[in-house]
Nanobody, 119 residues
């Protein structure tokens, strides 16, 4: 199976930037779709961004479009989320999700990393 570790979260002022990383170990995730989700206190987990296996196609939630960029480095078995122009409403725990792996893995989650944006 795959072990996912998110990192890069922290406290940042509004307008600032952070880059989250989702590092996979155990097996390669190069043949998997990878997405970022987030969950704010008292709210349901919501989709943020997704990248296809090749990295050739990405999808973003409307709330982050134009501010966040998802990318992957298959050689490092890592997926990134570059977050710019952060807003207080971006405050949440951010989770990495690996799905639709050609070798069979479905819906694997990391433990999450906290992002807090102060106003």
């Amino acid at each position: 199976q795959v072990h996912l570790v998110e990192s890069g979260g922290g406290l940042v002022q509004a307008g600032g930037s952070l880059r989250l990383s989702c590092a996979a170990s155990g097996r390669t995730v190069s043949s998997c779709t990878v997405a970022w989700f987030r969950q704010a206190p008292g709210k349901e987990r919501e989709f943020v961004a997704r990248i296809t296996r090749s990295g050739g196609s990405t999808l973003y939630a409307d709330s982050v479009k134009g501010r966040f960029t998802i990318s992957r480095d298959n050689a490092k078995n890592t997926v990134y989320l570059q977050m710019n122009s952060l807003k207080p409403e971006d405050t949440a725990v951010y989770y990495c999700n690996v799905d639709e792996c050609t070798w069979g893995l479905r819906n694997q989650w990391g433990q999450g990393t906290q992002v807090t944006v102060s106003s």
